[in-house]
């Protein structure tokens, strides 16, 4: 697999884009495990976000056919994979910019969403899938995305966006990847995630709460949200919901989080 990753890049004078998280897995295991998680889920549909040299792609096309398709954005990857074993089943775009929906005629009850997501763009990716209609995901990040995204309340790691997220998914770390499963290896080792998504509406003005609520670590919920909220109905909700007047936002679970957001939603 090495040799012929190397061929590729000598014979397209390719250079990995550290940019777009051009890192080429190589471990077989790991290639394994992943399709097998796609497996285990049974999609109905199987979308992949920078299938690369299709690594994960080979086996994916030969078990979901029609069912799978894929999105690449750097021209040279997308014309080898175009001219080989995904013609007709990748296209030429930015998975951010495109509607992953229109992408298959339908559908269907389980559609599901795999890729090694670019650090510099993979909380945009999320947050695209969870407004999106698919249900599950298996991904792969930066340890440092996954620690975020697994984070629990009084942790570093916590923060509005690890809130967001298992407000609105369930999320599990299926295994953590080392950095020379990688050609070229990152800097840091990977966390393969499995995203599920609850069956709760996404709420626009719950996000903006989370995002004002965390604007600063140091300062209390009632410094944060007094710009936005009357302080005095601030701590009424506090008070009722058991949290003192000094209870900092990465104190509180998602679900505390969300019972106060209600909370103050009700008084205003």
Same mark, same amino acid.
């Not at 966390?191 to 996000?207: Q, R």
């Given at each position: 697999?090495?040799? @012929?990753?190397? @061929?590729?890049?000598?014979?397209?004078?390719?250079?990995?884009?550290?940019?777009?998280?051009?890192?080429?897995?190589?471990?077989?295991?790991?290639?394994? /495990?992943?399709?097998?998680?796609?497996?285990?889920?049974?999609?109905?549909?199987?979308?992949?976000? +920078?299938?690369?040299? +299709?690594?994960?792609?080979?086996?994916?096309?030969?078990?979901? +056919?029609?069912?799978?398709?894929?999105?690449? &954005?750097?021209?040279?990857?997308?014309?080898?994979?175009?001219?080989?074993? !995904?013609?007709?089943?990748?296209?030429?775009?930015?998975?951010?910019?495109?509607?992953?929906?229109?992408?298959?005629?339908?559908?269907?009850?389980?559609?599901?969403?795999?890729? *090694?997501?670019?650090?510099?763009?993979?909380?945009?990716?999320? @947050?695209?899938?969870?407004?999106?209609?698919?249900?599950?995901?298996?991904?792969?990040?930066?340890?440092?995305?996954?620690?975020? !995204?697994?984070?629990?309340?009084?942790?570093?790691?916590?923060?509005?966006?690890?809130?967001?997220?298992?407000?609105?998914?369930?999320?599990?770390?299926?295994?953590?990847? *080392?950095?020379?499963?990688?050609?070229?290896?990152? @800097?840091?080792?990977?966390?393969?995630?499995?995203?599920?998504?609850?069956?709760?509406?996404?709420?626009?003005?719950?996000? /903006?709460? &989370?995002?004002?609520?965390?604007?600063?670590?140091?300062?209390?919920?009632?410094?944060?949200?007094?710009?936005?909220?009357?302080?005095?109905?601030?701590?009424?909700?506090?008070?009722?919901?058991?949290?003192?007047?000094?209870?900092?936002?990465?104190? &509180?679970?998602?679900?505390?989080?969300?019972?106060?957001?209600?909370?103050?939603?009700?008084?205003?």
């Amino acid at each position: 697999m090495i040799n @012929k990753i190397n @061929k590729f890049f000598k014979n397209n004078e390719f250079s990995p884009s550290k940019q777009r998280g051009q890192n080429f897995l190589i471990d077989q295991n790991i290639i394994n /495990k992943i399709v097998q998680s796609v497996i285990n889920v049974n999609p109905s549909k199987v979308l992949e976000i +920078g299938p690369g040299l +299709g690594a994960i792609s080979e086996q994916l096309i030969k078990k979901y +056919g029609d069912d799978y398709h894929a999105i690449e &954005l750097d021209k040279k990857l997308f014309n080898h994979l175009n001219e080989g074993l !995904l013609k007709d089943h990748v296209l030429h775009a930015d998975a951010l910019d495109i509607d992953w929906i229109s992408i298959f005629d339908e559908l269907g009850d389980n559609p599901t969403m795999v890729g *090694n997501l670019p650090y510099n763009i993979s909380s945009k990716l999320i @947050k695209k899938f969870i407004l999106s209609t698919y249900r599950c995901a298996i991904i792969m990040v930066q340890k440092e995305m996954g620690l975020r !995204l697994l984070a629990k309340s009084n942790s570093k790691d916590y923060s509005a966006f690890s809130v967001l997220c298992q407000y609105s998914l369930n999320v599990n770390k299926i295994i953590e990847i *080392n950095e020379n499963s990688f050609i070229p290896q990152p @800097k840091i080792k990977s966390t393969l995630l499995f995203l599920e998504k609850k069956d709760i509406a996404f709420n626009e003005g719950y996000e /903006k709460f &989370l995002k004002l609520i965390f604007l600063s670590r140091r300062k209390t919920i009632l410094n944060n949200l007094k710009t936005s909220y009357d302080s005095k109905l601030i701590i009424e909700s506090l008070i009722k919901l058991g949290f003192k007047e000094t209870t900092r936002a990465q104190e &509180l679970s998602p679900i505390q989080l969300f019972n106060l957001y209600e909370s103050l939603s009700k008084l205003c």
